[in-house]
């Protein structure tokens, strides 16, 4: 008895040795903090003046939505016709890469994030990247998503063309993301989660901040149920090009989110995530992994995830807006029939803008 109790009581000291070994925090310079890798440090600065000064304090708004379609824009500009991947060209090469059709708009971000990348050391790659993923912590259903440090900074703008448009066919959307990082056809509709928390102002300037679902400050499934609802194609008339009418009042939808989740290929991906906020987070999480290093062997990057916080929790069911039931649904996926859901409560009513922040 008397052994056993030593010999328990030994090897939970062993464990414990084992624990602190592996757990071995550094304390930062700024007396507050702790890291496992000091060269994280910085990043605790770095977030907190961008949550105080580009995300309004922790909002999940426009700046928000537009620093995560940012570190979409850096990372896939790489492929077979020439590109770094996520190595911060879109800002070093401001004025080349921002005349390129698809990054219409994105001005305005590398914008407001320029006086932070001057205020912090770090390379613009990993700026643009950490602001992403540390932005969208700030939306209620979001996965934390990871952030590493060790990109270098580019030195040659990435190609035009590298970016996919809105009236792209589902054929050359898959073949980009194939091209740019093998990303497979699931893999390609795990990107377009990041369209939950999105609007749009330019694919129809005459309405700026049009959400793709009626809950873009959420990082919830709405988008892949509300994408399903039928809607009309836009004659191509210019200035709208790539769009499709949504039938729910103040909201757009892009003729590529449209096809994605018609296409034999993709809609029953598309359809799983509705109502699947597990499956969503997960997915998400996965996907942004692979893109945000895209350009670098990830074995020569330090990972400073501890310092992206847990993003707020969202619980809630995915639901019809008012006025719509699963009749409503023009069901793509052979597979497997469109779960049934409640409808909201209430009048019929249209989804405000994003106001611009
Ligand atoms: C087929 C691929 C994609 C296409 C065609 C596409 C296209 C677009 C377009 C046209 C807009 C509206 C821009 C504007 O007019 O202001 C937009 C917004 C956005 N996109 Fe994508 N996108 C794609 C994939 C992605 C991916 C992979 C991400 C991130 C991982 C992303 C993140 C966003 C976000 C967050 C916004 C909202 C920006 C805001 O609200 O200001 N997109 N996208
Ligand atoms: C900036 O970061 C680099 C790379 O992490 C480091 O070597 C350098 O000492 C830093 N400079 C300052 C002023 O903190
Ligand atoms: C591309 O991804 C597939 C899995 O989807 C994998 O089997 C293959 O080895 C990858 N190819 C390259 C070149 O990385």
Redesign the pocket.
Known sequence: MAFKALAAFLSVAALQVANAALTRRVACPDGINTATNAACCSLFALRDDLQQNLFDNGECG?DV??S??L??HDAIGIGSFGGGGADGSIAIFEDIETAFHAN??IDEIINEQKPLVARHNLTVGDFIQFAGALGVSNCPGAPRLPAFLGRPNAVAPAPDKTV???F?SVDS?LARFADAGNFSTVEVVW??I??T???????DPTIPGTPFDSTPGRFDTQFFLETQLKGTLFPGTAGNQ?EVQSPLGGEIR?Q?DHDLARDSRTACEWQSFVNNQAKLQNRFQAV?TK?TVLGHNPDDLIDCSEVIPEPPAFTGSATFPAGFTNDDVEQACAATPFPTLATDPGPVTSVAP?PPS
């Open positions: 426009e939505h537009e995560l379609r570190t979409f219409a708009g996919p448009e809105p792209d959307i990107m377009l990041s369209h928390i999105a609007a749009a102002d330019l694919v790539g892009l590529s942004f893109m994003v």
